[in-house]
């Protein structure tokens, strides 16, 4: 009886031990997103439980024994897993077994009073384990994972009978025997699982009970106890894990990640366009946009210059435009590029621009502006960019100097082609920027 209580301590210790790992192990998995996963693969396993000869293939007579005595049996196993549904583990098991009546007599006091008793001394088997792999859609690691074992092993046994015309002892002896299980472990952590099976061995012996049968004889035995994985913490076991599930979980979390950084570009463009409009608006009505204008709020039709001051004396002067003037406007037409379908002024525009800003500083022009663009697209995006391209550059040319209440910009869209739309070449000529000296 103490002998018994001890294990039944010892079981209850283990699966304490195997709920306080759960407690202390962490749910996420370690390690980037779509990057080559780590496993556990090794693990070891300590059970206990009740061994007796009787067995679901025993048949009404219950081998030579007719009634079954349960007694306590304890066992370990070290296991590879292969792949998720398949793992190689090698068995060991002790303890003994006992029956009563033996089925060599008749019904009476003297079948009562007989029975056996084999010590297993050691045991030894090599099986392989197949386990339903976990395909979950939603479970990466799964809380039940039902298994069947079959392989081979070998054991040194004691049996005794008594109560027989064959009383007496066997003596020690070894033989092969084919074990047969299953059972289903419950997944406490990714390191620690709850084994419940139930194990059949067929002896290849008839005398494994001491007494010689007609047929080789059996024995089952029914355990509990826990399986612990070893390898790196926070890994999962490969028996358990759910490739499935988990890439549905880092495609999801990808997913999420690309439109938060969507929503965050699309606002940082509107926060850009809300700037840029405020840049490039002109509060006081002078010609001036509000980036370059160091004197805002001026009265409006006050003569202003390229600083949105007001000028004190403006001096009109006789308006004489040469040839040269022309050359120089010309070339500035020829060399102005933009950002494609923005008004963004490319760099390499900049030199002739200077140019002509020097010209209408020096001479003191008025210039008309005028954008034109192709068909293509709505009316309304064409207007809009027309105007801001010939916006784009006043504000250039102002910031070079130029005074802003003698540069007229205007946008016509795509409504004064100067050549055919149906043309990849008639539409690049019709994306332009007409400058007018007067």
């Known amino acids: 009886m103490l002998a018994k209580l001890t294990k039944s301590a010892m079981i209850l210790s283990l699966?304490?031990?195997?709920?306080?790992?759960f407690s202390q192990d962490a749910d996420s998995d370690n390690g980037a997103r779509f990057e080559k996963k780590s496993f556990r693969t090794w693990s070891i396993g300590l059970n206990g439980g009740m061994l007796t000869h009787y067995t679901p293939f025993n048949g009404q007579s219950n081998g030579d024994f007719n009634t079954p005595q349960e007694s306590w049996g304890y066992g370990g196993y070290i296991k590879k897993q292969i792949l998720p549904g398949?793992?190689?583990?090698?068995?060991f098991l002790a303890g003994k077994l006992k029956g009563k009546r033996a089925n060599v007599l008749p019904t009476g006091t003297a079948q009562d009073n007989s029975g056996f008793d084999t010590r297993i001394d050691w045991s030894a088997a090599l099986s392989g384990n197949f386990t339903i792999a976990n395909l979950s859609l939603n479970q990466k690691r799964s809380f039940l994972s039902p298994y069947v074992t079959a392989g081979a092993g070998y054991m040194s046994s004691n049996g005794s009978v008594y109560g027989t015309a064959a009383d007496g002892s066997t003596?020690?002896?070894?033989?092969?025997?084919?074990?047969?299980?299953?059972?289903?472990?419950?997944?406490?952590?990714?390191?620690?699982?709850?084994?419940?099976?139930?194990?059949?061995?067929?002896?290849?012996?008839?005398?494994?009970?001491?007494?010689?049968?007609?047929?080789?004889?059996?024995?089952?035995?029914?355990?509990?106890?826990?399986?612990?994985?070893?390898?790196?913490?926070?890994?999962?076991?490969?028996?358990?894990?759910?490739?499935?599930?988990?890439?549905?979980?880092?495609?999801?979390?990808?997913?999420?990640?690309?439109?938060?950084?969507?929503s965050t570009s699309e606002q940082n463009r509107l926060r850009d366009q809300e700037q840029y409009a405020r840049d490039l608006g002109d509060d006081d009505a002078d010609g001036v946009a509000n980036k370059f204008d160091k004197c805002p709020g001026t009265p409006a039709n006050t003569v202003v210059d390229g600083a949105g001051c007001p000028l004190k004396t403006p001096t009109p002067q006789k308006i004489i435009i040469t040839e040269e003037d022309r050359r120089v406007v010309g070339e500035a037409i020829k060399n102005l590029e933009f950002d494609l379908g923005?008004?963004?002024?490319?760099?390499?525009?900049?030199?002739?621009?200077?140019?002509?800003?020097?010209?209408?500083?020096?001479?003191?022009?008025?210039?008309?502006?005028?954008?034109?663009?192709?068909?293509t697209g709505s009316m309304a995006l064409n207007l809009r960019l027309s105007k801001e391209r010939a916006e784009a550059v006043k504000s250039y040319l102002v910031s070079q100097g130029a005074n802003p209440s003698r540069i007229e910009a205007t946008g016509y869209g795509p409504n004064q082609?100067?050549?055919?739309?149906?043309t990849a070449e008639g539409r690049q000529q019709n994306r332009r920027v007409e400058f007018t000296l007067f």
């Not at 082609?417 to 149906?422: D, F, L």
């Open 342 to 375: 923005k008004a963004t002024i490319k760099e390499r525009s900049f030199e002739t621009l200077n140019r002509v800003a020097r010209l209408l500083v020096d001479k003191n022009f008025s210039l008309k502006l005028a954008g034109h663009t192709d068909n």
């Open 417 to 422: 082609p100067i050549a055919s739309n149906k």
């Open 171 to 262: 003596g020690y002896q070894e033989n092969w025997f084919i074990p047969i299980g299953a059972g289903f472990k419950i997944g406490v952590s990714k390191g620690v699982n709850i084994d419940l099976g139930y194990k059949v061995s067929f002896m290849k012996a008839n005398d494994f009970d001491g007494l010689n049968g007609g047929s080789n004889d059996r024995f089952s035995y029914a355990h509990a106890g826990v399986e612990i994985a070893l390898g790196k913490k926070g890994t999962s076991q490969l028996s358990n894990y759910s490739p499935i599930a988990a890439i549905r979980e880092e495609s999801a979390a990808e997913s999420a990640e690309l439109r938060r950084a969507l």
């Open 86 to 91: 398949f793992g190689i583990q090698a068995d």
């Open 15 to 21: 699966t304490g031990l195997s709920f306080s790992s």
